[in-house]
């Protein structure tokens, strides 16, 4: 359980339930598929509190596609009538508990009337102008004079929006960098950790093993590997998309592409402040150097 906020679409739940509706709609599928995949009904591996979470966000989504109905609506009522997050919201505050309560009310208020203007399926524009291909290295010079790089990854769209996804590379010189001057730097990423034994662990991550077998000699060990990430929107970027030079195409092995962790920068300075104390980046996040000939398909 995960009370992230009082508002009906607030927290992972919520959210993925929601716009995982809305995606499948947008797609224009059949409802039926909806329906299987998103049952309005109480399920048995959530609790009560998940189960009104969940409930709550597959009614608002069907009631903005015009598919609600007196079905739903009764068990609606009868989640908002056990009072369930409520009461786990009066425990943490007291106006926190008013305020989902108030949210729950105006939100029985909203989907009990008729939706006089249901929600059109959306087609969103897919970006097509995209300024790097994955697979590309960018160099920039920095503000401390010296030349770094980084790697665009991959390319994400989504509902209209464009994210490039970047790696960082340990490349610092006075020289701008060759292809070649870039082998011999390193990427950073970081160790996670798997539930699973090795051989489970090697078919969900292809590649693993290059990783394993350089933090240990013969590979015995058993962990996942995601790079360090950060992701620009293809709308900020525009401002400053000229002062990243391409040096020519470094491809990484696609199953170790996962991410370990991901930021947003939105400007050029915050590209620049990604690598003003990268030791002690590594230090605070327990990040980790990793050659390109390990991670990179050479």
């Given amino acids: 359980m995960a009370t992230d906020g009082v508002k009906i679409i607030d927290g992972d739940l919520a959210h993925d339930t929601y716009w995982g509706i809305m995606d499948l709609y947008d797609s224009k599928v059949d409802f039926e598929l909806i329906k299987d995949k998103f049952p309005v009904m109480e399920l048995s591996h959530f609790d009560d509190y998940d189960n009104e979470i969940y409930i709550t966000a597959c009614a608002l989504a069907y009631w903005e596609i015009g598919k609600i ?19 786990i919201w009066t425990e943490s505050s007291v106006n926190e508990g008013k305020a989902r309560h108030n949210q729950l009310e105006r939100f029985w208020k909203k989907i009990s009337l008729e939706n006089v203007k249901i929600r059109a399926p959306k087609t969103y524009r897919t970006i097509t102008n995209l300024y790097f291909k994955p697979d590309t290295a960018l160099t920039f010079k920095h503000i401390d004079d010296s030349y770094r790089v980084i790697i665009c990854i991959d390319i994400i769209q989504h509902r209209g929006a464009c994210d490039y996804r970047f790696a960082l590379t340990t490349y610092r010189a006075k020289e701008k960098p060759t292809l070649a001057n870039l082998l011999n730097s390193e990427i950073i990423g970081r160790k996670m950790g798997t539930g699973y034994d090795q051989s489970e662990t090697r078919a969900l991550q292809p590649g693993i093993e290059r990783v394993w077998n350089f933090e240990k000699e013969g590979g015995n060990c058993n962990f996942f590997f995601g790079i360090v990430q950060f992701s620009i929107n293809h709308k900020n970027l525009t401002s400053f998309n000229s ?8 491809k990484m092995l696609p199953g170790l592409k996962k991410s370990g962790s991901l930021s947003g920068l939105s400007t050029f300075e915050d590209l620049e402040a990604e690598f003003l104390d990268l030791e002690k980046r590594l230090r605070i996040f327990g990040d980790k150097k990793y050659p390109v000939k390990v991670l990179c398909d050479l």
């Fill in 243 to 250: 002062k990243l030079e391409s040096i020519g195409t470094l």
């Fill in 69 to 87: 109905n007196a079905e739903i609506l009764s068990l609606v009522k009868r989640m908002i009538d056990k009072g369930i997050s409520v009461a």
